[in-house]
């Protein structure tokens, strides 16, 4: 009796500190994600303000007015239509080749084992290291005597498909190193049954491998899909027409020369991050896994 | 250098008999560069996306077009992108004319070979403009390379009414003493003096020019931008000493705020006054006309009376035509009419949103003054006092040493004043490692 009298208060005890304990993780966790959250909620909030309010009373006034003006503002300003096309003009094509190349290089350096292999990985994911600010000048210097060459200065300057391939270039080390990752985890017998049947390499791809790859090309995808179309440097630099930059550089439209409104620009800061939030949320799943990827590798 | 420039128009020769060759509407329109209206359609970048320059300029392509008939496409990029990526912009398919800065930022393009020679141009409509105007616009080969459109002037902003109330006018604020006096009534008032806002690191160049130029004098502040002089010279120094005396009357989180963060405090009469550049006068027309008649601007004041107040900062904007662009010859056509008195007044007719005439100094002497309002006065006032015009430090250094070495320098000081033998000495050091211009 006494026994369990005693067990009950060390069962106790210990939950009252485990109690404890997991209130104090909540409480950090509660701090940080408050950290993250603020921005979003301060820039919601920006966005809801007039300017003109802002810059007679300060930025930590009380507001007279909150209303939707800016968002109305932003729209008709941006160009929205022209600009959304843009980017999905660019990231559509760039995610689908980044894909399909990085799937056949990962394909090709982990099921077939030659003298280079490693090497070429290697190769490819140091792709990766390179900044776009120490390579965007020799790339954009090449584009322009390629068009001269060929007598169509905007061949691939100032073009959609010029920006495509960058970020197919860029992206598929990336690619390759997570997809080559992730192949490896798949058993070799899948693939040998395979060469037993005697399948081509081709068929070996696409009717064995590339099935397999669904939810790792799905993360990336996504993965891709919001790193590409956040992207506004490589638009900027090898684009001179504005009407062909994408959505981000919209957003730049929102900004005066001397004046800028910060609350118009939250709102089409808002706006702009719309789809990426409406794919993330569609696709969270795939997304987390994306993080993951490829890191349980034994 | 003259074998470089002639590297260049070689070159150039060469883009143009290429583009002739390659297709007849570019050989046409070289053809009928010959002094014929119709020099065939051009594309326009605007450096830009404001409401009201944008107007401006639609109205004056229009008017061109009407004229003409050419047609023009419009480009129009936010500034601070237009900018940073100019250098690309015109290697790349620039449009046949685009906006751009007077002075060095100019030149340094010009020096290139990127930007086509506008001695024709100026050869039409030179007489309308002052000579200080047609400096600004030649290259460092004595080509003119740019048209000027507008400027505006760097000075003291104050609000007419706290000037009243603090028993001030423009005349009893006239030189050093009298401003520390000015702004020390203003601290007792429990107000900031000297509105200021470094965040953005280019504000407060201008403190920086105009106090050079106030100390030092004209010369000695150009021969420093261009390297002639250098930042360890005692002279250098004695700025930073006057501009630390200035540092009690400012609000004290200079660098947190932009310069509108600065404005904000005049506007809402925080502040007592502000050297700024009088662009932003828009801003207090938007927030209402009763604040915009109360702003007042006046020269900054004298320090050394050798030198008075004889030099200003005024940017001037105007257009330059691409080297690159397809078609140079419409481009120089367009500034033909959009720096002659025609154009101007085609520019000056653009109505903002509201209905209302956009407030403009155009470089063109045929501007009629008298339809100035009292702050554009008080600004042409500014302007005529001074002998000399300057730039902005931005504008007349080289690029990759003002907004990457200065601007950091300067919020350096701001960070430790203490400092300031250090940062000169780092300043001049920085200025050395640059390479040489290609």
């Known amino acids: 009796m006494s026994v369990d009298v005693t067990l009950q208060a060390a069962a106790t005890k210990y939950r009252n500190k485990q109690k404890i304990k997991d209130r104090f993780i909540s409480a950090f966790i509660g701090v940080f994600a408050i950290a993250w959250i603020f921005p979003i909620i301060w820039t919601i909030w920006t966005s809801l303000r007039p300017y003109k309010d802002v810059r007679a009373n300060g930025v930590f006034s009380l507001p007279k007015t909150l209303n939707l003006q800016n968002y109305a503002d932003a729209i008709s300003r941006m160009d929205l239509p022209l600009y959304f096309w843009n980017t999905f003009a660019i990231t559509a094509p760039a995610v689908f080749l980044t894909l399909f190349f990085g799937s056949l290089i990962a394909f090709v350096v982990s099921r077939y084992s030659f003298r280079w292999n490693v090497s070429l990985l290697l190769l490819f994911t140091a792709g990766n290291l390179l900044p776009a600010q120490l390579v965007f000048i020799p790339v954009f210097k090449m584009y322009i005597t390629l068009g001269k060459a060929v007598g169509i200065p905007r061949l691939l300057y100032d073009s959609p498909w010029g920006v495509v391939l960058i970020h197919v270039a860029f992206q598929m080390g990336f690619a390759t190193f997570v997809l080559s990752s992730y192949m490896k985890t798949i058993p070799k017998e899948i693939s040998e049954s395979a060469m037993v049947d005697g399948a081509t390499v081709f068929t070996h791809y696409t009717k064995v491998m590339l099935p397999l790859l669904r939810p790792a090309l799905a993360s990336l995808g996504v993965l891709m899909t919001t790193w590409i179309y956040n992207d506004f440097f490589w638009a900027l630099v090898l684009m001179s027409t504005d009407s062909k930059r994408p959505i981000t550089s919209a957003l730049g439209r929102l900004q005066g020369e001397f004046v800028t409104d910060y609350n118009l620009l939250a709102a089409g800061a808002v706006i702009a991050a719309l789809p990426t939030l409406i794919v993330f949320f569609i696709l969270r799943k795939q997304f987390v896994s994306g993080l993951t990827l490829g890191s349980t590798k034994g | ?438």
């Open chain 2, 1 to 438: 250098m003259s074998d470089a420039t002639h590297g260049i128009s070689r070159r150039t020769v060469l883009k143009g008999a290429a583009v002739g060759g390659l297709g007849l509407a570019a050989g046409g329109s070289l053809l009928a560069g010959c002094g014929s209206k119709s020099t065939g359609p051009l594309a326009y970048g605007a450096r830009s996306v404001d409401a009201g320059p944008t107007a401006q300029n639609k109205a004056l392509i229009a008017a061109y077009t009407a004229k003409t008939k050419n047609e023009v496409k419009y480009n129009a990029t936010e500034s601070n992108a237009f900018q940073n990526n100019l250098s690309q912009y015109l290697q790349g398919t620039p449009d046949d004319t685009f906006e751009w800065m007077a002075g060095y930022r100019m030149q340094f393009f010009a020096e290139q070979g990127l930007l086509a020679d506008l001695t024709s141009v100026w050869d039409t409509i030179g007489d309308q403009y002052a000579e200080s105007y047609k400096i600004a616009s030649t290259g460092l080969d004595g080509k003119q390379y740019f048209v000027p459109k507008s400027w505006y002037p760097w000075g003291m902003h104050f609000r007419k009414s706290m000037f009243k109330d603090l028993g001030l006018s423009a005349d009893t604020v006239t030189n050093w003493d009298e401003f520390l006096k000015m702004l020390d009534g203003m601290k007792k008032k429990g107000l900031v003096g000297f509105a200021a806002g470094d965040k953005g690191g280019w504000e407060a160049m201008g403190t920086f020019d105009i106090l050079n130029a106030r100390i030092n004098g004209y010369q000695f502040h150009v021969d420093l931008l261009a390297g002639r002089e250098k930042w360890t010279d005692a002279k250098v120094l004695d700025v930073f000493t006057h501009w630390a005396q200035l540092i009690p009357y400012m609000n004290p989180n200079v660098l947190d705020l932009e310069w509108d963060g600065a404005m904000q405090l005049l506007l809402q009469k925080k502040a007592g006054s502000m050297l700024m550049g009088s662009w932003f006068g828009g801003n207090f027309k938007e927030q209402s006309q009763a604040d915009y008649d109360d702003l007042s601007i006046i020269p900054f004041p004298e320090i050394n009376p050798e030198h008075g107040r004889d030099t200003v900062d005024a940017p001037i904007d105007g257009w330059c035509v691409a080297a690159n662009g397809t078609n140079n010859d419409g481009g120089a056509d367009f500034l033909k009419f959009a720096g002659d008195m025609e154009g101007v007044n085609a520019t000056l007719a653009a109505k903002d949103a509201n209905g209302a005439l956009i407030p403009m100094t155009s470089a063109n002497k045929g501007q009629d003054t008298s339809t100035y309002d009292a702050f554009q006065k008080e600004q042409l006032a500014v302007m005529d006092e001074a002998k000399y015009i300057t730039q902005f430090l931005d504008r007349d250094t080289r690029p990759d040493f003002a907004g990457p070495v200065v601007g950091p320098a300067i919020q350096s000081w701001f960070k430790n004043p203490k400092d300031v033998n250090k940062i000169v000495d780092s300043l001049q050091a920085q200025w050395d490692a640059l390479p040489p211009l290609a």
